[in-house]
């Protein structure tokens, strides 16, 4: 059944990019793939989606089962709940140690040293075609390699968190997050006698090898890129002056029943009225915002009978994407342009206009910076129904002079 789509679209031309990921066991590129259709998105996967082929490719009936009991999606088949990495973390007896897309394409698989997951995992990609295939026989990755590690996935996620609970005590100490490729917990610490105190201080609280520490750049801060009297897609009056953002797709809430569409939060307040444009025309209403450590979105409820439409179906989805992904920013000022996922667990301060600072932690980064008026646009992660639908996997929070952090789909669609 077809369904009018009420949803917004920034960019009225985002191209769906072809090709597939040349990720493999056997290093050398499988050049032959039969009948076998490759995936339309280069260089892009989501941690769900290859958790669903490890299931299907090695035939594991247990792991199948436990993917498929998370699964839930919207009406348009769009995932807003999912088998996720610390799920994944648990079915492995938390021998599961990260994974990441390499230089090379190659999906890179890590579990802990010795583990049996990791003789089992071995042993099922030599027996196999040496291709991960979802259920769709789409090849996901040609080239799987496994890495052996000495932290699990879960030692790392826990010291970050215990980290992230002190880091506002030393001066020295602005941003950490898990790497994957490193298998360890990294941490910015600024230049200078405090950051070096902070170093000395943290090594001798925990495991100094699996720390890994990064000097800071201190003018390189994050700031939320929201635009006060700009003129943009949506807009909202308050008092003497118009707080605009960028939309970024619609949602569908399981809490209420039905979609609505997604902003950033700062700028808007609930109950606000939402117009196109500068007032213009008025499109529906704010009825929900959340801004703390891991969100910044509102909510706007399309009044009755309103279709704001685009070009595209782009849906909040809970995907998460695999570290080394390329995903497309958007956003009003700066329109598109492909970036590459540094980290999904990123934790730093974000300063707003209004002087408050938030410790914002569990958002996506990524290594192209965005401007001031492209709050709230969605980064696209991939696409679904032959490319009718974007799948948005996180919108714009904040930006630096080199990067742009965003708000996780999954904690979005999770607030309402």
């Known amino acids: 059944m077809k369904r009018k789509s009420k949803f917004i679209a920034l960019v009225l031309c985002i191209a769906t990019v072809l090709g597939g990921i040349s990720s493999a066991y056997a290093i050398e590129e499988q050049k032959d793939t039969g009948s076998k259709e490759i995936r339309n998105t280069s260089g892009y996967l989501t ?35 999912n088998f996720t990495a610390e799920d994944y973390s648990n079915f492995t007896d938390n021998s599961y140690g990260g994974m990441y897309l390499d230089k ?11 583990s049996d ?25 040609h080239n799987v390699v496994l890495k052996s590690v000495e932290y699990s ?20 100490f602005s941003a950490l997050w898990v790497s994957d490729e490193d298998n360890r917990v990294v941490l910015e610490i600024l230049p200078g006698s405090e950051g070096e105190k902070t170093k000395e201080q943290l090594s001798s609280m925990f495991d100094p090898n ?10 390189d801060r994050y700031k939320a890129i929201s635009s006060i009297n700009g003129t943009s897609q949506i807009s909202t009056p308050d008092g003497d002056y118009v707080s605009s953002s960028t939309p970024a797709g619609r949602m569908w809430s399981s809490s209420k029943e039905y979609y609505g569409i997604i902003t950033c939060g700062h700028g808007h307040k609930v109950k606000d009225t939402v117009y196109k444009g500068e007032l213009s025309k008025r499109i529906g209403k704010i009825i929900g ?14 009044d009755s009978g309103h279709s704001y439409t685009g070009t595209k179906v782009d849906e909040i989805s809970s995907d998460v994407p695999v570290k080394g992904s390329t995903i497309t ?21 974000i300063n707003y206009k209004d002087g408050t600072t938030v410790s914002a932690k569990h958002m996506i980064k990524v290594n192209k ?42 904690y979005i669609l999770d607030a309402y």
């Open 47 to 81: 941690e769900g989606e290859v958790f669903a082929a490890l299931a299907y490719t090695f035939d594991d009936v247990e792991l199948s089962n436990a993917t498929n009991n998370k699964k839930v999606y919207s009406p348009n088949g769009v995932p807003i709940k």
């Open 104 to 114: 090379n394409g190659n999906l890179v698989l890590c579990y802990t040293e010795g």
């Open 117 to 141: 997951m990791l003789k089992k995992v071995d042993a099922s990609i030599k027996n196999s075609s040496s291709q991960l295939l979802n259920e769709s026989k789409e090849v996901l990755s």
């Open 153 to 172: 996935y879960a030692d790392l996620l826990s010291t970050c968190e215990e980290l992230s609970r002190i880091r506002d005590q030393y001066i020295g």
């Open 210 to 219: 699996m720390l890994l520490f990064l000097e800071a750049d201190p003018d």
């Open 289 to 302: 915002l959340k801004i703390n450590s891991s969100n910044d979105s509102a909510f706007i409820k399309l």
């Open 329 to 349: 920013l958007r956003g009003y000022v700066s329109g598109s342009k492909d970036a590459t996922v540094k980290s999904t667990n990123f934790e730093a301060d």
């Open 369 to 410: 910076a965005m401007q001031e008026g492209d709050s709230g646009g969605g980064a696209i992660g991939g696409v679904i129904d032959g490319g009718r639908t974007n799948c948005i996997i996180g919108i714009n929070r904040a930006s630096s002079s080199s990067s742009t952090l965003l708000v996780k789909g999954e």
